[in-house]
């Protein structure tokens, strides 16, 4: 089970820290992603960390965000500065073991388990 949280509303310029906890299982073997989902669009892929701490992210965020993990905590985070209105979304986190490459990282069927999804309300 995945639960992410962090969400809020906030200026455009400002920062946002997103977590995500594993439990139930541990997830430090895992690689760990977070995707989003914006009003009308589908849902997209924004980073990933691999459990060997591999990062990929998409262009759209790459400089901004940065996805960490803490595997003690059964934890990843992202942290998200300088957002934007059009990072305005549902922020949803997902564990899989399955491999990735730069061609194949952002895909979903990488993931096994997801969780909620957190709103990200960015305003100009």
């Known amino acids: 089970q995945l639960q992410a949280s962090g969400g809020g509303l906030v200026q455009a310029g400002d920062s946002l820290r997103l977590s995500c906890v594993a439990s139930?299982?541990?997830?430090?073997?895992?690689?760990m992603g977070w995707f989003r989902q914006a009003p009308g669009k589908a849902r997209e892929s924004v980073a990933r960390i691999s459990n060997g701490l591999s990062t990929y992210y998409a262009n759209s965020v790459k400089g901004r965000f940065i996805i960490s993990r803490e595997n003690a905590k059964n934890t990843v985070y992202l942290q998200m500065n300088s957002l934007k209105p059009d990072d305005t979304a549902v922020y949803y986190c997902a564990a899989g073991d399955r491999f990735a490459n730069r061609n194949t990282w952002r895909s979903e069927t990488l993931y096994d388990y997801w969780g909620q999804g957190t709103q990200v309300t960015v305003s100009s």
């Open positions: 139930g299982r541990t997830f430090s073997s895992y690689a």
